[in-house]
């Protein structure tokens, strides 16, 4: 048995091995910028992925026409230098950088962008968000299959760094819609050296075939472990970037990611646990970032059930959630009640509705709609993906419910997948929904809950807010358009086919190092402008 | 055959002796007795939240303290305890029905027939359950009588090996034989001569089996595939305990205590009747 | 032996075939798909990726495909994971949780034998009721409450271990190991010291010490070959559940194992990547199962099972 000790200490050895110096302080000197992603990325394909991880490790590969200001506000030029707009504002000139390269060394022409598009709308590709797309004309038509000759779609290339869009109405919104990923170019003589134009499972994304246009490129893509990105000496703007290297890890555990922070093995968290906010969290804890985030957490009414169809009812159930109570005593991180559904805020649009929390307005409407102190009202159920967050919040506007208008409500909590299908379907009477915008305006939002929209899912179709969506789109002057879209707002609200509850905030932990890192409503953070400084 | 009536008497004098089996008995007695009467002895209804209080330490009100919802823990504990118990006899009851019949009759009829069914058994023993369990749970949703039945259907494999076993070492004795030889019939046969006396190994197996049952349970509940909240198991409560272990460690330490002493006294009580009943295994 | 073997081999044949076609058809029968997300898929993008994967051929199609890529090693494409391959997948996650499993192999063996060995010759004494009771925790304390227990003590109270990741931080494979092999080390050490008091209490036993051999000499060289028999045959269905029992210690650890890619890919519905985690863990354990039985035989001629 004296082997024993050997053995154990050998064993606990080879387990325990590891380096010494913290990441966060060697970076000081090698300008590696550590990030937590939260979940493995599902791909790098900008015209195939959908999640934020994704977004994260793009932003810093690629680069789209435009590129969102860090500091909020107008569009900055992306691989585009400049554009002209037309009176009509239907026709978009886009002059690209000239000395804009791809990672290889390759020119970034428009031509380029041509056949970046033509991808994403190619059916077979099945790209989830192709509708970014569809208001450049016959885009949603080639989309669908009716139009088969991509050479009618409104995009063109005049000359090699020039490109021609044409919108099928004047949407003043695209050139901040451009910064979303899905717009974005391909190279395409790699994807096509690696697979054909619609192959979803082509190879070109792997490091060492990747090839984009952006401030860094691929290194290495250790999967569930480490993806590395390294600075593009070619990329246009490349005297501005200051990192060598990133380094994205795929961490899901709030915890396990807190805990990294503190051990310095990371300058930015994805998120941070809940369970740890408290009201004065901003002082005990210097690396907490809270921002206001472009995103609405509410609860949808089934307009089709029988008691909800009626708008009193609805109303009665959105003034009797307490929603300040909410965010202290049961978010507790800093979110803000939302009295609209755009979020306030979003490029300037600033909602004037109001949602009182009026115990005794709402008893008297649900009285009006026949069912006096909750009397032969329906069972409720509230429908939301398994989620201790989720269920914590329905607990809340459930005992809320019950006291203020004596009705009777049941919790249903379901598996994600579960729960997507049930709302496709209609089968709930409230769930819980979120919504974050694709881009910064109001229209992100509101388009949702137009009549056909698959993202709608409350059965509420209402043709005069159709109409002034519609109409607010085809609008060019800013101020006439938020007027138009204020009408929808307000009209929405009294209608109340969903009911906002508090809008989303970014809460993570960002180390005293870095710099350049500014907070914007859509939490979008060029790497190019990331700076690591110990003062 | 040995007079069985003196067999058990050997048996539970035995058992007596044993003093962890004792202790588990007795431990076990209490927890059903408490479990049964959670209704009535609780001090809050286990879905009963209090917003403004949150998860507090042990105090006067609250004997083990209450959860991020201001839930009594005390109170969770003993319904949670009806639960997981309820888990561990029915879906051990469902093994148990169905192991006890597919052994019976593949071991007393023997031939063509026994083969067959033990080869299913082993087939089926080859499938990785526990992947299947997770499976079935997402496929069909967190249904209770189906945690049962999935449950009990993983269980009754072994059981059926061994009262096979047993009816094949019992099979060529004289009373067998001789009551063959009278015409009683089949099912008569399995009434009354093959299964009393096989009942003191399916009873060690049954107790045995009940602790792995919940174990089961609980780990799925821990998967979030088992009991639903806000119904909890002791494998529910385990699971709150873990999320918020950090700042509410009492969340984790009571039901994970209260679970552990119980399959504790299950274990030492199983084992203490199945030394009673098969001295050769025993120390002594 | 060798027709044991075959008639083994031969079993597993159907039961690898039956574990596919079960999974392959109780994955679709879940509600919800996979390309289900929040924010809501168009009907004509459904028809799309429906396509790109072959979900909109008829089921019996989609059903011989699978199977005779199966044959060939070919698991299919990633649903969630669009250009990496099942396969791929799995020798991603294959590593880390066979480095999982045996460091707590070693350790179960290391602590269980240990424990049973000493609790058999000093048998009634303390020596045999205090490791027996420290192995009966490894049997009532299940995983993932010893796991998060170990984590509250040595991670977060003393604060010397990561709570934590696999590879990640200096010392984070302890625990995980730890708590898995803990959980089999209750088993071994019961059948450790249920085989050497059988072993011990035979005539050869007595004829060696007789002959005035060091007792040390008794136990290791006579005792322990037929005494850790049953552990032998024990060790197969150990890996094995190792393997598939390790998603609890994954998913409490964040381990980035086969077990659970398994897990998310059940709640993601990433039919083939279930498929194939299951079939992979079926195969591993038909296979585990035949190795120990083999050495088991082996060891001991006389110890057949029918």
């Not at chain 1, 698959?454 to 179709?461: A, D, L, M, R, S």
């Not at chain 3, 063996?109 to 490894?138: C, E, H, Q």
Request: aromatic fraction near 12%; glycine fraction near 8%.
């Amino acid at each position: 048995m004296k082997y024993t000790k050997f053995y154990l200490l050998g064993l606990i050895f080879l387990m325990g091995c590891s380096s010494s110096e913290a990441p966060v302080d060697s970076a000081v000197e090698s300008k590696i910028f550590h990030y937590g992603n939260g979940t493995e990325p599902q791909g790098l394909d900008p015209h195939i992925v959908t999640g934020v991880p994704e977004h994260h490790l793009l932003l810093a590969l690629c680069e789209g026409l435009t590129s969102s200001n860090p500091k909020g506000g107008e569009s900055l030029p992306g691989s585009a230098a400049s554009w002209d707009i037309s009176e009509d504002g239907k026709v978009y000139t886009f002059y690209l950088q000239e000395n804009g390269k791809w990672s290889n060394g390759d020119i970034v022409t428009a031509d380029d962008y041509v056949w970046s598009w033509q991808r994403i709308l190619t059916p077979s590709l099945g790209s989830q968000y192709p509708d970014m797309l569809y208001y450049v004309m016959n885009a949603e038509e080639f989309h669908t299959g009716s139009l088969n000759d991509f050479s009618k779609v409104g995009v063109k290339a005049i000359d090699d760094l020039t490109l021609q869009v044409t919108l099928k109405e004047p949407t003043p919104f695209f050139l901040g819609l451009l910064s979303h990923y899905s717009t974005w170019a391909v190279h395409k003589e790699t994807v096509l050296k690696h697979g054909s134009i619609d192959d979803r499972n082509g190879q070109w994304t792997r490091p060492g075939n990747f090839v984009c246009n952006g401030p860094f490129n691929l290194k290495s893509w250790e999967l569930n472990k480490k993806i590395i990105v390294e600075k593009n000496p070619l990329y246009w703007d490349s005297d501005m970037v200051e990192l060598n290297e990133m380094h994205f890890y795929p961490i899901s555990v709030e915890m396990t990611e807190e805990r990294m922070f503190r051990a310095g093995q990371l300058h930015v968290t994805s998120t941070f646990p809940s369970s740890k906010c408290t009201p004065d969290i901003k002082e005990t804890n210097p690396n907490i970032k809270i921002h206001p985030y472009m995103g609405t957490y509410f609860y949808r009414f089934n307009t089709k059930n029988e008691a909800l169809s009626d708008v009193r009812v609805r109303k009665a159930l959105a003034y009797s959630i307490d929603r300040e109570k909410i965010v202290e005593t049961v978010t507790k991180c800093g979110q803000i009640p939302a009295y609209s559904f755009t979020p306030p805020g979003s490029n300037g649009f600033l909602p004037d509705t109001k949602i009182p929390y009026d115990v005794e307005l709402a008893k008297e409407l649900l009285k009006e709609a026949g069912y006096d102190s909750g009397k032969d009202f329906p069972k409720l159920e509230i429908l939301f993906n398994t989620s201790e967050g989720h269920r914590k919040v329905a607990l809340a506007v459930q005992q809320m419910w019950q006291q203020n208008l004596g009705i009777n409500v049941e919790l249903v909590n379901q598996d994600w997948k579960v729960y997507l299908s049930r709302e496709m379907i209609g089968d709930f009477q409230v769930s819980r929904a979120g919504w974050i915008g694709d881009y910064e305006d109001p229209n992100t939002f509101l388009d949702t809950l137009r009549p056909n929209r698959g993202n709608n899912k409350t059965g509420w179709e209402n043709p005069e807010f159709d109409r002034l969506v519609a109409l607010a789109n085809a609008t060019l002057d800013q101020d006439e358009r938020y007027e138009i879209l204020m009408q929808a707002e307000r009209l929405l609200i009294d209608e109340m086919p969903i009911a906002p509850i508090y809008t989303y905030v970014r809460v993570y932990q960002l180390h005293e190092d870095v710099k350049g890192w500014y907070p914007n409503i859509l939490s979008h953070h060029h790497p190019k402008y990331i700076r690591i400084e110990r003062d | 055959m040995a007079n069985s009536s003196s067999l058990w008497s050997d048996a539970l004098r035995r058992l007596l002796k044993n003093k962890a089996a004792v202790g588990g008995a007795f431990v076990l007695l209490i927890l059903f007795i408490l479990a049964a009467l959670a209704p009535w002895i609780a001090p809050y209804p286990y879905a009963y939240q209090n917003l403004d209080l949150g998860a507090s330490p042990p105090s006067a009100e609250h004997l083990l303290g209450t959860d991020i919802l201001g839930r009594d823990l005390y109170s969770r504990i003993l319904y949670g305890a009806r639960i997981s118990l309820l888990v561990g006899f029915v879906a051990t009851t469902v093994a148990l029905f169905i192991g006890v019949t597919w052994g019976l009759i593949a071991g007393y009829f023997g031939g063509k027939i026994d083969t067959v069914m033990m080869r299913i058994v082993d087939v089926l023993y080859g499938i990785p359950f526990i992947i299947f369990i997770i499976l079935l749970m997402v496929v069909f949703g967190r249904n209770l009588w189906l945690l049962f039945i999935a449950i009990g259907a993983v269980e009754w494999l072994t059981m059926a090996r061994i009262v096979r076993g047993q009816v094949l070492s019992l099979k060529n004795q004289e009373f067998i034989l001789a009551a063959q030889a009278m015409g009683v019939s089949n099912f008569s046969m399995f009434k009354r001569h093959l299964l009393p006396n096989i009942l003191g190994p399916i009873a060690v197996y049954a107790t045995l089996t009940i602790p792995q049952v919940m174990l089961l349970e609980s780990f799925l509940s821990f998967l979030g595939l088992g009991i639903q909240p806000p119904m909890s198991s002791w494998g529910t409560l385990i699971k709150d305990g873990v999320e918020s272990m950090e700042e509410y460690s009492w969340l984790l330490i009571y039901p994970g205590l209260t679970f552990t002493i119980t399959l504790f006294a299950l274990n030492f009580f199983g084992d203490g009747l199945r030394d009673a009943l098969d001295p050769k295994t025993s120390d002594n | 032996m060798l027709g044991i073997f075959f008639r083994r081999v031969l079993l597993a044949i159907p039961v690898l075939i039956a574990v596919a076609s079960i999974t392959f058809f109780l994955v679709r029968l879940a509600p919800g798909g996979p390309f289900d997300a929040d924010k809501a898929v168009s009907e004509q993008v459904l028809k799309n990726l429906n396509e790109a994967y072959n979900l909109n051929a008829p089921l019996s199609e989609q059903y011989f495909d699978y199977m005779s890529g199966i044959v060939v090693g070919d698991f299919g494409p990633s649903f969630r994971f669009p250009g990496r391959s099942v396969t791929e997948l799995i020798m991603t996650g294959l590593p880390v949780t066979f480095e999982l499993a045996i460091y707590s192999m070693l350790i179960a063996l290391l602590i269980g034998i240990l424990s049973g060995v000493v609790a058999a010759l000093k048998r009634n004494t303390f020596l045999d009721y205090i490791p027996m009771s420290i192995a009966m925790i490894g049997i009532c304390v299940p995983t993932f409450l010893l796991g998060p227990l170990l984590v509250l003590i040595f991670g977060i109270n003393l604060e010397i271990l990561p709570v934590s990741g696999w590879g990640q931080l200096p010392g984070d494979k302890i625990l995980p190991s730890l708590t898995l092999g803990f959980a089999y080390a209750a088993y071994i050490a019961r059948l450790s010291r249920g085989g050497m008091l059988e072993i011990l209490n035979q005539d050869f036993i007595r004829t060696a010490r007789a002959k005035g051999l060091s007792e040390s000499m008794v136990v290791t060289k006579h005792a322990m070959q037929g005494g850790l028999l049953p552990v032998v045959s024990f060790l197969g269905p150990a890996i094995a559940g190792l393997l598939s029992g390790s998603f609890v210690i994954e998913t409490i650890f964040q381990i980035p194992g086969l077990g659970r890619f398994y897990v998310e890919a059940a709640f993601n519905r990433d039919y083939t990547m279930i498929l194939g985690t299951t079939i992979f863990f079926s195969f591993m354990i038909v296979i585990f199962n035949l190795l120990s039985d083999l050495a088991a035989l082996w060891l001991n001629p006389r110890s057949r099972d029918t």
